[in-house]
């Protein structure tokens, strides 16, 4: 059987996935959407990577690019993303379907969008493994054991059902135990607990932590659920219209945003609220319009802390910490290194 452990593969200078100056427009009638800005990001081997940011930030339509699972009206304007060294946008059609499954792994946020909904649970578990070696006996108990570890009752009866006859929740743990049955070497989760309720989601979470250290593979998670991505990942990107506006250790974003939209972000979530509110707050104003070309800070028409500057250039990246970088012109001071 092939090898897919990437500590393995991999010099551990050099991240799993790394995605370099990425940009990305949609094609609309009313002109071209900047739905993804200068993206750059690593992924490293084994570590969980989240992705967070209010609705129409970008964070699916990286992900989908990374899966290379795009709409016909995206195009993608430069930068690379090399996976395992190689550059996925400059991969033949097939090469790059060639690593869907056993590589790259995908659980979307509606289990309806994996799922076949006239084949049993059995023949699309059995053909997911199709990369693996063994007998369908074989590939059909493996199945059977990964429908229990996520948590099926009676996977023995239950695995020649078909996906209407599960709940919500148990169609979501069917999709992670497929995405997660060829172990891949990296597993992009698109809010995967979004359409769940909250119990139901803490236990998705904890499953899918368990399976991914067990694995060892690393996972790019989008959410819009702050709590989740402290729970469940190393590092997280806080993207903001199109932009990764800071990113670095999960621990130092949290507790020490440098950022203003990070910080909004964080003061609006429900998991940090003290006080007892009816409404939840929401950051002011609104995301901008991704059409056209932009001068200055993306984030500016909702800053409370803008300047003169902010409308006049574009922030390049600041260090902060040893693992933190953010884009605002307030991190530019002398002891700061622009990198
Ligand atoms: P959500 O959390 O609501 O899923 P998101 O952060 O994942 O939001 P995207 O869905 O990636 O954001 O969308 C980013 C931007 O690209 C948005 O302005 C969206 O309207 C636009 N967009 C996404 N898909 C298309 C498409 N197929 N054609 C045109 N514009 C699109
Ligand atoms: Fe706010 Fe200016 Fe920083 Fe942008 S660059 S986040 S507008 S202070």
């Given at each position: 059987m092939r090898r897919k452990d990437p500590k393995t593969q991999l010099?551990?200078?050099?991240?799993?996935l790394e995605i370099r100056d990425l940009n990305l427009d949609f094609g609309t009638p009313r002109g071209r959407v900047?739905?993804?800005?200068n993206v750059s990001l690593d992924v490293p081997a084994g570590q969980v990577v989240g992705i967070v940011g209010?609705?129409?930030?970008?964070k699916s339509t990286l992900a989908y690019t990374v899966m290379g699972?795009?709409?016909?009206?995206?195009?993608?304007t430069s930068g690379s993303i090399l996976f395992e060294y190689k550059d996925l946008l400059k991969m033949p059609t097939q090469a790059r379907r060639g690593l869907?499954?056993?590589h790259l792994s995908m659980i979307f946020q509606d289990p309806m969008t994996a799922l076949?909904?006239?084949?049993?649970i059995e023949s699309q578990m059995i053909d997911v493994q199709h990369h693996e070696q063994g007998s369908w006996g074989e590939k059909r108990a493996r199945a059977i054991d990964m429908l229990q570890r996520v948590g099926i009752p009676d996977p023995q009866s239950r695995i020649?059902?078909?996906?209407?006859?599960?709940?919500g929740g148990m169609r979501q743990r069917v999709c992670i135990a497929m995405a997660l049955l060829v172990k891949p070497t990296l597993l992009v989760a698109d809010e995967?607990?979004?359409?769940?309720d909250a119990t139901l989601e803490v236990q998705i979470i904890h499953l899918l932590k368990d399976l991914q250290k067990e694995i060892g593979c690393s996972v790019l998670f989008v959410s819009h659920h702050l709590g989740a991505v402290a729970e469940l990942c190393d590092r997280v990107a806080v993207m903001y219209a199109g932009e990764v506006v800071e990113q670095g250790a999960v621990r130092d974003i949290f507790h020490?945003?440098?950022?203003p939209y990070t910080r909004a972000l964080l003061e609006c979530d429900p998991g940090r609220i003290k006080k007892s509110t009816r409404t939840l707050p929401t950051i002011p104003g609104e995301v901008p319009s991704l059409l056209g070309t932009k001068v200055g800070c993306i984030f500016r028409t909702r800053?409370?802390?803008?300047?003169?500057?902010c409308g006049q250039e574009n922030p390049v990246e600041y260090r902060i910490g040893v693992d933190q970088v953010a884009r605002c012109h307030?991190?530019?001071?002398?002891?700061l290194v622009s990198v």
């Open positions: 010099s551990s200078s050099r991240a799993l900047h739905a993804l800005r209010e609705s129409g930030s970008g699972l795009l709409p016909e009206n995206a195009d993608v869907l499954g056993d076949n909904p006239v084949r049993t020649g059902a078909y996906p209407h006859h599960f709940s995967p607990t979004t359409a769940l020490n945003p440098a950022h800053c409370r802390q803008a300047f003169d500057r307030l991190l530019d001071k002398e002891l």
